[in-house]
Nanobody, 115 residues
Framework: QVRLVESGGGLVQPGGSLRLSCAAS????????MAWYRQAPGKERELVAT???????SVEDSVKGRFTIARDNAKNILYLQMNSLKVEDTAVYYC?????????WGQGTQVTVSA
């Protein structure tokens, strides 16, 4: 059974940093495509960053230069390092695993950026 559990969210001031973690079980973060999405109130879920099984990573333009996606293969954990946070980064952040035949989501972790 695949399980993705996010943690690390919270309340932070603008300009601050957070690191989100996604602990995976029943699936390898190294052998599958992994991603972070977010959903702000009243908006659709949007892609934030991805990392492929062959270590190609990308981030969306809205977070480029501020967010970094990475993984610890030994611990089977996906990370999202978020720096220089802005109010508009406030959202529920979701971990995603995707392959040719399946897709799984975590339950999400709330990130609130506010003064």
């Amino acid at each position: 059974q695949v399980r993705l559990v996010e943690s690390g969210g919270g309340l932070v001031q603008p300009g601050g940093s957070l690191r989100l973690s996604c602990a995976a079980s029943g699936v390898s973060v190294r052998l599958n495509g992994m991603a972070w999405y977010r959903q702000a109130p009243g908006k659709e879920r949007e892609l934030v960053a991805t990392i492929s099984s062959d270590d190609r990573s990308s981030v969306e333009d809205s977070v480029k230069g501020r967010f970094t996606i990475a993984r610890d293969n030994a611990k089977n954990i996906l990370y999202l390092q978020m720096n220089s946070l802005k109010v508009e980064d406030t959202a529920v952040y979701y971990c995603n695993m995707h392959s040719w035949d399946q897709q799984h989501w975590g339950q999400g972790t709330q990130v609130t950026v506010s003064a």
